[in-house]
Protein backbone atom coordinates (compact mmCIF):
# COMPACT_ATOMS: atom_id res chain seq x y z
CA UNK A 1 0.00 0.00 0.00
CA UNK A 2 1.16 3.38 -0.64
CA UNK A 3 2.04 5.68 2.21
CA UNK A 4 -0.83 8.22 1.31
CA UNK A 5 -3.58 5.73 0.06
CA UNK A 6 -6.66 5.11 2.58
CA UNK A 7 -6.65 1.59 4.20
CA UNK A 8 -9.02 -1.04 3.32
CA UNK A 9 -12.14 -0.61 4.75
CA UNK A 10 -12.28 -2.67 8.31
CA UNK A 11 -15.03 -4.79 9.53
CA UNK A 12 -15.44 -6.22 12.91
CA UNK A 13 -12.77 -8.57 13.42
CA UNK A 14 -14.38 -11.18 15.52
CA UNK A 15 -17.41 -10.96 13.75
CA UNK A 16 -19.01 -13.73 11.27
CA UNK A 17 -19.54 -12.49 8.09
CA UNK A 18 -22.76 -9.89 8.70
CA UNK A 19 -25.70 -11.28 7.21
CA UNK A 20 -26.67 -7.97 5.00
CA UNK A 21 -30.72 -9.31 3.97
CA UNK A 22 -32.61 -7.73 6.14
CA UNK A 23 -35.60 -8.84 7.73
CA UNK A 24 -36.99 -5.67 7.88
CA UNK A 25 -36.85 -2.19 5.89
CA UNK A 26 -33.59 0.23 6.98
CA UNK A 27 -34.56 3.37 8.88
CA UNK A 28 -38.19 2.62 8.99
CA UNK A 29 -38.47 4.15 12.18
CA UNK A 30 -41.96 4.00 12.01
CA UNK A 31 -44.45 3.53 15.48
CA UNK A 32 -47.57 1.55 15.48
CA UNK A 33 -51.04 3.82 16.27
CA UNK A 34 -52.62 2.82 19.69
CA UNK A 35 -54.81 0.47 17.97
CA UNK A 36 -53.22 -1.64 15.02
CA UNK A 37 -54.26 0.67 11.84
CA UNK A 38 -58.04 -0.10 12.55
CA UNK A 39 -59.40 0.87 9.63
CA UNK A 40 -63.03 1.62 8.60
CA UNK A 41 -65.64 -1.50 9.27
CA UNK A 42 -66.25 -1.66 5.69
CA UNK A 43 -62.17 -2.47 5.07
CA UNK A 44 -62.77 -5.62 7.31
CA UNK A 45 -64.38 -6.93 4.27
CA UNK A 46 -61.26 -6.04 2.38
CA UNK A 47 -58.89 -7.49 4.64
CA UNK A 48 -60.86 -10.60 5.64
CA UNK A 49 -60.87 -11.24 1.45
CA UNK A 50 -57.19 -10.53 1.03
CA UNK A 51 -56.80 -12.78 4.26
CA UNK A 52 -58.21 -15.30 2.35
CA UNK A 53 -56.46 -15.16 -0.54
CA UNK A 54 -53.12 -15.49 2.13
CA UNK A 55 -54.44 -18.88 3.38
CA UNK A 56 -55.21 -20.20 0.84
CA UNK A 57 -52.02 -19.83 -1.38
CA UNK A 58 -51.01 -21.80 1.63
CA UNK A 59 -52.57 -25.24 1.19
CA UNK A 60 -56.18 -26.15 2.45
CA UNK A 61 -57.64 -23.69 4.37
CA UNK A 62 -58.90 -24.45 7.26
CA UNK A 63 -59.68 -22.73 11.09
CA UNK A 64 -56.12 -24.89 12.56
CA UNK A 65 -54.03 -24.00 9.63
CA UNK A 66 -55.55 -19.84 10.27
CA UNK A 67 -54.52 -20.45 13.84
CA UNK A 68 -51.49 -21.97 13.27
CA UNK A 69 -50.51 -19.59 10.70
CA UNK A 70 -51.23 -16.54 13.41
CA UNK A 71 -48.62 -18.55 15.91
CA UNK A 72 -46.19 -18.81 12.63
CA UNK A 73 -46.33 -15.13 12.29
CA UNK A 74 -45.53 -14.53 15.66
CA UNK A 75 -48.43 -13.87 17.29
CA UNK A 76 -48.93 -15.74 20.40
CA UNK A 77 -51.58 -18.20 21.32
CA UNK A 78 -52.84 -15.50 24.16
CA UNK A 79 -52.40 -12.26 22.11
CA UNK A 80 -55.38 -10.37 23.51
CA UNK A 81 -55.86 -8.74 19.91
CA UNK A 82 -56.90 -12.14 18.62
CA UNK A 83 -59.11 -13.84 21.28
CA UNK A 84 -62.71 -13.43 18.81
CA UNK A 85 -60.33 -14.75 15.85
CA UNK A 86 -59.41 -17.72 17.71
CA UNK A 87 -62.47 -18.26 19.29
CA UNK A 88 -64.26 -18.47 15.95
CA UNK A 89 -61.57 -20.55 13.87
CA UNK A 90 -59.95 -23.00 15.99
CA UNK A 91 -62.19 -25.11 16.20
CA UNK A 92 -63.88 -24.69 12.72
CA UNK A 93 -62.35 -27.68 10.19
CA UNK A 94 -62.65 -26.76 6.65
CA UNK A 95 -63.00 -23.20 5.29
CA UNK A 96 -64.94 -21.98 2.65
CA UNK A 97 -64.59 -18.53 0.60
CA UNK A 98 -67.78 -17.57 -0.09
CA UNK A 99 -68.55 -17.75 4.22
CA UNK A 100 -65.11 -16.94 5.15
CA UNK A 101 -65.55 -13.52 7.85
CA UNK A 102 -62.80 -12.03 9.76
CA UNK A 103 -64.04 -10.39 13.54
CA UNK A 104 -64.33 -6.68 12.01
CA UNK A 105 -61.95 -5.12 14.35
CA UNK A 106 -59.27 -8.46 14.11
CA UNK A 107 -59.20 -8.63 10.55
CA UNK A 108 -56.52 -5.87 9.99
CA UNK A 109 -53.73 -7.86 12.26
CA UNK A 110 -55.12 -10.94 10.89
CA UNK A 111 -54.33 -9.57 7.22
CA UNK A 112 -51.10 -7.86 8.34
CA UNK A 113 -50.02 -11.46 9.82
CA UNK A 114 -50.58 -13.67 6.93
CA UNK A 115 -49.45 -11.30 4.18
CA UNK A 116 -46.18 -10.52 6.00
CA UNK A 117 -46.85 -6.89 6.93
CA UNK A 118 -46.08 -6.91 10.51
CA UNK A 119 -42.79 -5.73 11.10
CA UNK A 120 -41.15 -8.72 10.84
CA UNK A 121 -42.60 -10.34 7.52
CA UNK A 122 -40.91 -13.41 7.63
CA UNK A 123 -40.91 -14.27 11.22
CA UNK A 124 -39.38 -18.01 11.29
CA UNK A 125 -36.37 -16.07 9.29
CA UNK A 126 -36.15 -13.48 11.89
CA UNK A 127 -36.06 -15.71 14.50
CA UNK A 128 -33.59 -18.24 12.98
CA UNK A 129 -31.67 -15.05 12.54
CA UNK A 130 -31.79 -14.12 16.03
CA UNK A 131 -31.24 -17.32 17.12
CA UNK A 132 -27.90 -17.41 15.51
CA UNK A 133 -26.50 -14.78 17.31
CA UNK A 134 -28.16 -15.58 20.39
CA UNK A 135 -25.66 -18.67 19.77
CA UNK A 136 -22.86 -16.73 18.73
CA UNK A 137 -22.87 -15.03 21.97
CA UNK A 138 -23.49 -17.72 24.37
CA UNK A 139 -19.86 -18.60 23.27
CA UNK A 140 -18.55 -15.80 25.05
CA UNK A 141 -17.35 -16.83 28.89
CA UNK A 142 -15.54 -13.96 29.81
CA UNK A 143 -17.14 -11.55 33.23
CA UNK A 144 -17.83 -12.49 36.33
CA UNK A 145 -21.24 -12.24 38.54
CA UNK A 146 -21.59 -9.35 40.52
CA UNK A 147 -20.75 -9.81 44.16
CA UNK A 148 -21.13 -6.68 45.92
CA UNK A 149 -24.89 -7.00 46.97
CA UNK A 150 -24.43 -11.12 48.39
CA UNK A 151 -27.55 -11.84 47.20
CA UNK A 152 -26.99 -11.40 43.71
CA UNK A 153 -23.83 -13.31 43.83
CA UNK A 154 -25.57 -16.44 43.95
CA UNK A 155 -26.83 -15.93 40.02
CA UNK A 156 -25.85 -18.71 38.20
CA UNK A 157 -22.95 -17.34 35.85
CA UNK A 158 -24.14 -19.70 32.59
CA UNK A 159 -27.63 -18.16 32.64
CA UNK A 160 -28.29 -16.88 29.51
CA UNK A 161 -31.20 -16.01 28.34
CA UNK A 162 -33.11 -13.45 25.46
CA UNK A 163 -36.37 -12.15 24.82
CA UNK A 164 -37.39 -10.05 21.98
CA UNK A 165 -40.90 -8.16 20.68
CA UNK A 166 -41.39 -6.25 17.96
CA UNK A 167 -43.38 -2.90 17.37
CA UNK A 168 -46.47 -5.42 16.40
CA UNK A 169 -45.94 -7.41 18.53
CA UNK A 170 -44.74 -10.83 17.31
CA UNK A 171 -42.54 -12.44 20.44
CA UNK A 172 -40.54 -15.50 21.07
CA UNK A 173 -37.91 -16.36 24.04
CA UNK A 174 -34.48 -18.20 24.13
CA UNK A 175 -32.85 -20.03 26.50
CA UNK A 176 -29.35 -21.39 26.74
CA UNK A 177 -30.04 -24.20 28.70
CA UNK A 178 -33.54 -25.43 29.74
CA UNK A 179 -35.42 -23.33 32.13
CA UNK A 180 -33.45 -20.10 30.88
CA UNK A 181 -36.03 -19.06 29.21
CA UNK A 182 -38.77 -18.45 32.02
CA UNK A 183 -35.69 -17.54 34.79
CA UNK A 184 -36.45 -14.75 36.59
CA UNK A 185 -34.22 -12.06 37.91
CA UNK A 186 -34.55 -8.54 39.61
CA UNK A 187 -34.18 -5.81 37.00
CA UNK A 188 -31.33 -3.82 39.14
CA UNK A 189 -30.52 -0.20 37.23
CA UNK A 190 -33.12 -1.59 34.34
CA UNK A 191 -35.56 0.29 36.50
CA UNK A 192 -34.04 3.48 35.71
CA UNK A 193 -35.50 4.15 32.33
CA UNK A 194 -38.29 3.29 33.45
CA UNK A 195 -38.78 5.28 36.77
CA UNK A 196 -37.72 8.39 34.51
CA UNK A 197 -40.81 7.83 32.07
CA UNK A 198 -43.03 7.67 35.28
CA UNK A 199 -41.21 11.00 36.60
CA UNK A 200 -41.19 12.60 33.57
CA UNK A 201 -44.94 11.77 33.40
CA UNK A 202 -45.93 13.13 36.49
CA UNK A 203 -43.56 16.02 37.33
CA UNK A 204 -42.85 16.94 33.80
CA UNK A 205 -39.38 17.55 32.45
CA UNK A 206 -39.00 21.29 33.47
CA UNK A 207 -39.22 19.75 36.77
CA UNK A 208 -37.59 16.46 36.27
CA UNK A 209 -34.91 18.28 34.77
CA UNK A 210 -34.76 20.89 37.43
CA UNK A 211 -33.52 18.56 39.92
CA UNK A 212 -30.77 15.86 37.52
CA UNK A 213 -29.26 16.84 34.81
CA UNK A 214 -28.85 14.82 31.52
CA UNK A 215 -25.37 14.47 30.46
CA UNK A 216 -22.60 11.34 31.44
CA UNK A 217 -21.10 11.60 34.52
CA UNK A 218 -17.75 9.97 32.67
CA UNK A 219 -17.80 8.25 36.29
CA UNK A 220 -19.01 5.34 38.29
CA UNK A 221 -22.34 5.03 38.48
CA UNK A 222 -22.40 5.21 42.50
CA UNK A 223 -19.86 7.84 42.03
CA UNK A 224 -20.82 10.22 44.86
CA UNK A 225 -20.51 13.68 42.93
CA UNK A 226 -22.36 15.87 41.41
CA UNK A 227 -22.37 18.16 38.01
CA UNK A 228 -21.40 21.88 38.09
CA UNK A 229 -24.86 22.87 39.04
CA UNK A 230 -25.08 20.59 42.47
CA UNK A 231 -27.25 18.20 41.00
CA UNK A 232 -26.53 14.63 39.97
CA UNK A 233 -25.28 14.42 36.66
CA UNK A 234 -28.27 12.05 35.00
CA UNK A 235 -31.64 10.03 35.31
CA UNK A 236 -29.28 6.34 34.28
CA UNK A 237 -26.98 6.80 37.40
CA UNK A 238 -27.46 5.71 41.43
CA UNK A 239 -27.50 9.13 42.30
CA UNK A 240 -29.73 10.78 39.64
CA UNK A 241 -32.15 7.47 40.00
CA UNK A 242 -32.55 8.23 43.56
CA UNK A 243 -33.48 12.10 42.95
CA UNK A 244 -35.95 10.74 40.20
CA UNK A 245 -37.59 8.57 42.71
CA UNK A 246 -37.76 11.62 44.85
CA UNK A 247 -39.87 13.06 42.08
CA UNK A 248 -41.99 10.17 41.72
CA UNK A 249 -45.34 11.49 43.74
CA UNK A 250 -43.48 12.48 46.88
CA UNK A 251 -46.52 13.16 48.81
CA UNK A 252 -47.64 9.49 48.45
CA UNK A 253 -47.20 6.60 50.59
CA UNK A 254 -43.68 4.92 49.59
CA UNK A 255 -45.99 1.51 48.95
CA UNK A 256 -49.08 3.42 46.54
CA UNK A 257 -44.99 5.13 44.80
CA UNK A 258 -44.54 1.79 44.08
CA UNK A 259 -47.59 0.83 43.05
CA UNK A 260 -47.36 3.36 40.61
CA UNK A 261 -43.97 2.11 39.04
CA UNK A 262 -45.34 -1.70 39.03
CA UNK A 263 -48.14 -0.33 36.98
CA UNK A 264 -46.52 0.84 34.48
CA UNK A 265 -44.04 -2.52 34.48
CA UNK A 266 -46.87 -4.91 33.94
CA UNK A 267 -49.15 -2.41 31.10
CA UNK A 268 -45.57 -2.18 29.30
CA UNK A 269 -45.31 -6.12 30.02
CA UNK A 270 -48.44 -6.54 28.27
CA UNK A 271 -50.31 -6.91 31.39
CA UNK A 272 -47.93 -9.52 32.95
CA UNK A 273 -47.10 -8.17 36.52
CA UNK A 274 -43.38 -7.91 38.02
CA UNK A 275 -42.52 -9.66 40.32
CA UNK A 276 -40.18 -8.61 43.58
CA UNK A 277 -37.23 -10.10 44.46
CA UNK A 278 -37.33 -10.02 48.57
CA UNK A 279 -34.25 -11.69 49.06
CA UNK A 280 -32.51 -9.36 46.80
CA UNK A 281 -33.93 -6.54 48.94
CA UNK A 282 -33.11 -7.28 52.12
CA UNK A 283 -29.79 -7.96 50.59
CA UNK A 284 -28.96 -4.77 49.05
CA UNK A 285 -30.57 -2.88 51.97
CA UNK A 286 -28.23 -4.04 54.62
CA UNK A 287 -25.79 -3.31 52.46
CA UNK A 288 -26.49 -0.29 50.79
CA UNK A 289 -23.81 2.04 52.42
CA UNK A 290 -23.21 3.87 49.03
CA UNK A 291 -26.59 4.95 48.42
CA UNK A 292 -26.94 5.90 51.68
CA UNK A 293 -24.03 8.04 51.37
CA UNK A 294 -25.20 9.45 47.73
CA UNK A 295 -28.67 10.25 49.02
CA UNK A 296 -27.51 12.47 52.17
CA UNK A 297 -24.78 13.98 50.41
CA UNK A 298 -27.41 15.07 48.01
CA UNK A 299 -29.60 16.26 50.98
CA UNK A 300 -26.40 18.48 51.87
CA UNK A 301 -26.32 19.83 48.87
CA UNK A 302 -30.41 20.52 48.71
CA UNK A 303 -30.98 18.53 45.34
CA UNK A 304 -34.06 16.84 47.05
CA UNK A 305 -37.63 19.21 46.12
CA UNK A 306 -38.78 20.10 49.74
CA UNK A 307 -41.77 18.05 49.66
CA UNK A 308 -39.41 14.66 48.86
CA UNK A 309 -37.99 13.10 52.29
CA UNK A 310 -35.09 11.45 51.14
CA UNK A 311 -35.54 8.25 53.44
CA UNK A 312 -38.36 7.61 51.30
CA UNK A 313 -36.69 7.60 48.02
CA UNK A 314 -33.97 5.74 48.98
CA UNK A 315 -36.58 3.08 49.93
CA UNK A 316 -38.69 3.62 46.82
CA UNK A 317 -35.24 2.96 45.05
CA UNK A 318 -34.15 0.02 46.30
CA UNK A 319 -37.47 -1.82 45.98
CA UNK A 320 -37.34 -0.68 42.40
CA UNK A 321 -34.27 -2.78 41.81
CA UNK A 322 -35.41 -5.63 43.27
CA UNK A 323 -38.24 -5.62 40.63
CA UNK A 324 -38.75 -9.45 39.12
CA UNK A 325 -38.90 -9.91 35.92
CA UNK A 326 -38.52 -11.88 33.07
CA UNK A 327 -37.36 -11.83 29.18
CA UNK A 328 -40.57 -12.23 27.92
CA UNK A 329 -41.73 -8.96 29.91
CA UNK A 330 -38.92 -6.84 29.35
CA UNK A 331 -38.80 -7.27 25.59
CA UNK A 332 -42.25 -6.08 25.96
CA UNK A 333 -41.30 -3.08 27.95
CA UNK A 334 -38.06 -2.87 25.87
CA UNK A 335 -40.46 -2.88 22.94
CA UNK A 336 -43.13 -0.49 24.57
CA UNK A 337 -40.22 1.90 23.92
CA UNK A 338 -39.68 1.13 20.59
CA UNK A 339 -43.12 1.81 19.80
CA UNK A 340 -43.64 5.27 21.17
CA UNK A 341 -44.69 4.31 24.10
CA UNK A 342 -47.60 2.30 23.21
CA UNK A 343 -47.21 -1.30 24.28
CA UNK A 344 -47.78 -3.26 21.08
CA UNK A 345 -49.58 -5.97 22.71
CA UNK A 346 -52.28 -4.56 24.67
CA UNK A 347 -52.00 -1.27 22.22
CA UNK A 348 -52.07 0.97 25.23
CA UNK A 349 -50.01 4.24 25.35
CA UNK A 350 -48.41 4.04 28.58
CA UNK A 351 -45.88 6.72 28.04
CA UNK A 352 -46.41 10.09 25.92
CA UNK A 353 -44.09 9.97 23.23
CA UNK A 354 -42.02 13.19 23.87
CA UNK A 355 -41.63 11.00 27.56
CA UNK A 356 -40.19 8.18 24.95
CA UNK A 357 -37.76 10.55 23.20
CA UNK A 358 -36.02 11.57 26.61
CA UNK A 359 -35.93 8.24 28.21
CA UNK A 360 -34.36 6.28 24.35
CA UNK A 361 -32.29 9.75 24.50
CA UNK A 362 -30.14 9.07 27.78
CA UNK A 363 -30.76 5.73 27.47
CA UNK A 364 -28.23 5.93 24.29
CA UNK A 365 -26.06 8.60 25.95
CA UNK A 366 -25.46 6.96 29.54
CA UNK A 367 -27.16 3.65 29.58
CA UNK A 368 -24.59 1.45 29.75
CA UNK A 369 -22.55 2.65 32.62
CA UNK A 370 -18.94 4.00 31.47
CA UNK A 371 -19.34 2.01 28.29
CA UNK A 372 -22.35 4.13 26.99
CA UNK A 373 -19.60 6.02 24.76
CA UNK A 374 -18.74 2.64 22.72
CA UNK A 375 -22.01 1.02 23.25
CA UNK A 376 -23.18 4.45 21.25
CA UNK A 377 -20.83 3.89 18.59
CA UNK A 378 -20.83 0.40 17.84
CA UNK A 379 -24.22 -0.58 18.46
CA UNK A 380 -25.86 2.65 18.29
CA UNK A 381 -29.17 1.81 20.09
CA UNK A 382 -30.50 2.96 23.20
CA UNK A 383 -30.20 0.57 26.05
CA UNK A 384 -29.94 -0.26 29.58
CA UNK A 385 -28.31 -2.73 31.51
CA UNK A 386 -28.49 -3.58 35.51
CA UNK A 387 -25.46 -5.44 37.74
CA UNK A 388 -28.14 -8.64 37.82
CA UNK A 389 -27.07 -9.11 34.11
CA UNK A 390 -30.48 -7.74 32.51
CA UNK A 391 -29.80 -5.61 29.93
CA UNK A 392 -32.66 -3.90 27.32
CA UNK A 393 -32.02 -3.35 24.10
CA UNK A 394 -34.35 -0.84 22.07
CA UNK A 395 -34.38 -0.64 18.21
CA UNK A 396 -36.79 2.21 17.81
CA UNK A 397 -39.79 1.91 15.49
CA UNK A 398 -38.42 -2.27 14.94
CA UNK A 399 -38.51 -3.77 18.23
CA UNK A 400 -37.32 -4.35 21.85
CA UNK A 401 -34.95 -6.88 23.10
CA UNK A 402 -34.13 -8.51 26.61
CA UNK A 403 -31.42 -10.47 27.82
CA UNK A 404 -30.46 -11.79 30.79
CA UNK A 405 -26.79 -13.54 31.48
CA UNK A 406 -25.10 -12.25 34.89
CA UNK A 407 -21.57 -12.23 33.62
CA UNK A 408 -19.93 -8.87 33.79
CA UNK A 409 -17.30 -6.98 32.23
CA UNK A 410 -15.44 -4.84 33.77
CA UNK A 411 -17.76 -2.17 33.29
CA UNK A 412 -20.60 -3.89 34.65
CA UNK A 413 -22.41 -4.89 31.18
CA UNK A 414 -23.41 -8.24 30.58
CA UNK A 415 -20.87 -9.20 28.32
CA UNK A 416 -22.93 -11.32 26.13
CA UNK A 417 -25.34 -8.85 26.36
CA UNK A 418 -23.01 -6.81 24.54
CA UNK A 419 -21.75 -9.22 22.02
CA UNK A 420 -25.42 -10.11 20.97
CA UNK A 421 -25.84 -6.11 20.59
CA UNK A 422 -22.69 -5.46 18.37
CA UNK A 423 -23.83 -8.82 16.66
CA UNK A 424 -26.98 -7.47 16.10
CA UNK A 425 -26.31 -4.32 14.28
CA UNK A 426 -24.17 -6.10 12.10
CA UNK A 427 -26.97 -8.46 10.75
CA UNK A 428 -29.46 -5.62 10.61
CA UNK A 429 -29.46 -2.08 10.31
CA UNK A 430 -30.22 -0.55 12.96
CA UNK A 431 -27.51 1.49 14.35
CA UNK A 432 -28.92 5.01 14.58
CA UNK A 433 -27.19 6.07 11.86
CA UNK A 434 -26.96 3.04 9.73
CA UNK A 435 -29.25 4.38 6.67
CA UNK A 436 -26.62 6.80 6.13
CA UNK A 437 -24.33 3.93 5.25
CA UNK A 438 -26.89 2.30 3.59
CA UNK A 439 -27.91 5.19 1.65
CA UNK A 440 -24.01 5.51 0.22
N1 LIG B 1 -29.23 -1.47 43.06
C1 LIG B 1 -27.93 -1.27 42.52
C2 LIG B 1 -27.19 -0.21 43.28
O1 LIG B 1 -27.81 0.72 43.73
C3 LIG B 1 -28.11 -0.88 41.09
C4 LIG B 1 -26.84 -0.99 40.39
C5 LIG B 1 -26.99 -1.19 38.93
O2 LIG B 1 -27.63 -2.12 38.47
O3 LIG B 1 -26.38 -0.37 38.23
O4 LIG B 1 -26.00 -0.29 43.43
Known sequence: MEDDALPPPVTHLSSPKPDTAPALAPGAFRTRPAQFERAAP?????????????LAAR????????????????????????????????EAGALDEASFALPGDEACLVRAALTGALAAGDFPAFRGRITNLFHYASGVSAGKVAAYIPQLAKADPEAFALGCCTIDGQRFELGLREGDAAHRFCVQSVMKPMNYALALELAGETVVHAHVGREPSG?????????????PHNPMINAGAILTAALIRPGLPVDKRFDLVCRLWRGAAAGDAPGFDAAVYASETKHADRNHALAYFMREHGCFPPEADMHEALELYLRCCAIETDVRRLASVAATLANGGVCP????QLVSRESVKAVLSLMLSCGMYD??????????????????GALMIVAPGVAGFAIYSPRLGA???????VEFSRRLVQAFPWHVYAPIVAGA
Do not use: C
Not at 345 to 348: A, G, I, N, S
Not at 371 to 388: D, H, I, M, N, Q
Open 42 to 54: AAGEADSKAAWRA
Open 59 to 90: GEPTGQALVEALEAAGLSADDPRLTATRKAFA
Open 219 to 231: QGFNEITLNQKGR
Open 345 to 348: VTER
Open 371 to 388: FSGEYAFTVGLPAKSGVS
Open 411 to 417: QGNSERG
